[in-house]
């Protein structure tokens, strides 16, 4: 067993190992959702039963995705080298303070300001993937819990919602404490690619953390 503290470059080349088999399992796992759930429709019966273990395989795909979005969090908050907010975060500053003195009853009382440690990584619209990453790494991790997330993540998720408005698959909802949007943020960042578009979602994280850490992934 080794005893003792994990080095930068250790800790990193061990990620990337990590995201390698965490992104062949959720490739595995959705194509194993998929197919359940295309074979449950197409039964001369409908099954409660078929649908129920297609639900348990997509719920599998979900945590995955979970585990690697905790992974690219973790990532960040060791290693992210802070940027100066750009020109997309100052803009959702701005709109978000507007619309709070707009909404006096609105949840956010004070002004709104993106953590200057989130600000990494590339503008998923007008969030720096740093602030995505944050987002739906506390969703993940406090799912299922009554009380609502901070605003700052459902703004993250009313923020992808409002980007990929056409994709009725992916569920944009942090309100409904009991789901999961893991495998809706690792989509929304194009992390789980197929390699259709030229780059599998493993290439492009591995993009995105060379950025987000200054060097080399």
């Not at 790494?137 to 993540?153: A, K, S, T, V």
């Amino acid at each position: 067993m080794w005893t003792h503290s994990v080095a930068k470059e250790e800790f990193l080349a061990g990620s990337k190992v990590a995201a390698q088999i965490l992104f062949d399992a959720i490739k595995q796992q959705s194509k194993s959702s998929q197919t359940k759930a295309i074979a449950a429709l197409c039964q001369p019966t409908l099954s409660l039963d078929d649908f129920s273990a297609a639900s348990v395989e997509h719920v599998a795909c979900e945590m995955l995705a979970g585990s690697l979005i905790v992974l690219a969090y973790k990532i960040i908050d060791l290693h992210g080298v802070a940027q100066a907010k750009g020109p997309g975060a100052l803009h959702f500053e701005s709109e978000i303070n507007r619309l709070i003195r707009e909404h006096p009853d609105a949840r956010i009382k004070k002004e709104f300001k993106i953590p200057p440690r989130l600000c990494v990584g590339r503008e998923v619209g007008h969030l720096p993937l740093g602030v995505i990453v944050h987002g739906a790494r506390n969703q993940y991790c406090h799912f299922g819990e009554h009380r609502r997330l901070d605003p700052l993540n459902e703004l993250v998720f009313n923020h992808l919602q409002q980007l990929y408005a056409d994709a009725e698959w992916l569920n944009f909802d942090a309100k409904d404490g009991g789901r999961i949007l893991a495998f809706t943020a690792t989509s929304a960042l194009h992390w789980t690619a197929n390699g259709n578009d030229g780059s599998t979602g493993f290439e492009r994280f591995c993009e995105d953390m060379s950025e987000v850490i200054g060097q080399p992934y």
